[in-house]
């Protein structure tokens, strides 16, 4: 079956868009809208695939891009061409998604994500929408308020405000001029902005430098540092 212009399909799409937003069950009854130059539905695959100015929405969550094809069968979905997804709070744009499942999303290429104060750049990004976690498994940065870390590998607790980063890890922080290097680190933005840096760590502020295996930084308004 191929249609060449604006189209609302019913439950099969519903359960395309709604693995995006990865809410499959609690949005099952609302209204959902693809948007294609051209799509084509195969009954026998399962298999939807859209071609040409590509827009799936359902209420505040929207995503686009140039061709996108779901397996209804599998729950499996790529989106491919200068993507761009919101949901909520959370804006991202990247070269192509793939969906896994109702809660599974993978970016792949110039992949920037922003959600509240933080913002997430690196080649790949996982992200579990039940969980709130987030995995770099290629390396990134994260930014929030207070300044950025680097790695090259970044573990994210979104909802705990915890970030773990592995290999060459790189943290700055613009509002207490500290500049901070290790093998890896773990921070805390709950707790203080406590910030623990393990191997090879360095941490300078201003005309002062601290280096030990073990090094702990406290980011928060009184900027204190100590050594462990």
Same mark, same amino acid.
């Given at each position: !079956? ?26 099952? @009854? ?8 051209? =799509?084509?539905? $195969?009954? #026998? $695959?399962?298999?939807? &695939? ?5 827009? !799936? ?6 995503? $686009? ?6 397996? #209804? ?16 709070? *959370?804006? !991202?744009?990247? +070269?192509?998604? %793939? ?5 599974? *999303? ?9 959600? *509240? ?14 969980? +709130?976690?987030?995995? !770099?498994? $290629?390396? @990134?940065?994260?930014?929030? @308020?207070?300044?950025?870390? &680097?790695?090259?590998? =970044? ?7 915890? %970030?773990?980063? &592995? ?15 290790? +093998?890896?680190?773990?921070?805390? @933005?709950?707790? #203080?902005?406590?910030?623990? *840096? ?23 308004? &009184? ?6």
């Amino acid at each position: !079956m191929k249609i060449d212009y604006v189209i609302k399909m019913s439950v099969v799409v519903l359960t395309a868009v709604a693995l995006y937003t990865g809410t499959v069950s609690a949005d099952a @009854g609302k209204p959902t809208e693809l948007n294609a130059n051209t =799509i084509e539905y $195969s009954t #026998s $695959s399962g298999v939807i &695939t859209a071609t040409g100015n590509v827009v !799936m929405s359902q209420e505040s969550a929207r995503i $686009s891009g140039a061709q996108a094809v779901y397996n #209804s069968k599998t729950g499996e979905g790529h989106i491919t061409g200068n993507v761009v997804a919101d949901k909520g709070n *959370l804006h !991202m744009t990247s +070269d192509e998604v %793939f969906t896994q499942g109702a809660n599974m *999303l993978i970016a792949n290429g110039n992949v920037v994500a922003h959600q *509240l104060d933080k913002t997430v750049t690196g080649s790949r990004l996982e992200y579990n929408t039940d969980t +709130d976690y987030a995995l !770099m498994p $290629s390396g @990134g940065t994260i930014a929030t @308020g207070d300044g950025t870390i &680097t790695g090259n590998r =970044i573990e994210a607790y979104m909802q705990e405000n915890h %970030f773990i980063a &592995t290999g060459n890890v790189h943290i700055v922080s613009q509002t207490r001029n500290i500049d901070a290097y290790s +093998d890896n680190a773990n921070y805390y @933005g709950n707790d #203080s902005g406590k910030v623990i *840096l393990t191997g090879n760590a360095v941490a300078m502020q201003d005309n002062n430098t601290l280096r030990g295996e073990n090094l702990t930084l406290y980011l928060d308004d &009184t900027g204190q540092a100590a050594v462990k």
